[in-house]
């Protein structure tokens, strides 16, 4: 499988470092409800077959976090662009 | 006649130790040339946000060179600037001793510059069977109709990370962490030895 970076061009995965869903959004830790809304973020994730959204870091590259789709019955990769948006705080 | 046999050219080299210069592999004229000789001041300049195209452009004006925010290395005869990650590039000179100084006077505030003369080895490596050596351990494609004078690629090579550009025609420069010399120049040696392979180590770094 190989991910077209942005930066670097197409590269083989062994470049990169997989974290999982792109679409999820960290609790608020301060909620009544955190407790159960962090057990869920944490354990309670998808494992959709077909199109996913995801991140990916370029660890043995431009070390930048890229949002990789790709369809996980075929590793088809759709798109690749950078995780951070310029001019938005590092 | 080759100093170190064609069958095991690294018999007897014990394995925490760079190799000693010569030559190794197939008997006869060198196909290829690895030299670690040249060590040049390194500085590595990552803009903050928002002023990678401003320190590119800066950069390019005090050394007189054409460079932009993307993968390449621009070079001229005392320095060479070389992009590896988005508003972040590695600066070499030859003779500026004083290189982070002098790029934290030219970029200000605009970026945050650290001091990497001693962080890596420099090898330089020549000769046409460069591209089939370096083709046994990397993961993207170095054949010379493909990655061009100019290009350069962060990425590994034999599992070891690498910095390198291609130089000309026929020259490469591979910038790899320092303490992974002995292990990468071990693999250049077993790689190379089927063309014949002429080593020529420096002097370890400044200390
Ligand atoms: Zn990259």
Redesign the interface.
Known sequence: MRIPCPYCGERDAHEFAYLGDATVTRPDPAAADAAQAFHDYVYLRDNPAGAHQEWWYHANGCRQWLRVARDTRTHAIAAATSARVSGEPA | MADHSSHDPLAGIPFDLVPPSGAYGAAGEASVTVSTVETPFIALVVAR??F?ASVAGRLGRAFGLEIAD??GAAMGAASTVVG???G?FLVLSKTEPDLAGTLRALLGAEAAITEQDDAFVTFDLAGDKVPDLLAKGA??DLDPRVFLPGHA????IAHV?VTLWRVHESGWRLLVARSYEASFTRFLVASGAEFGLRLENGTAGRG
Do not use: D, F, Q, S
């Open positions: 946000n928002g990678a993307r993968a590896t990650g988005p972040r993961l993207i690629a962060t990425t590994v990370g």
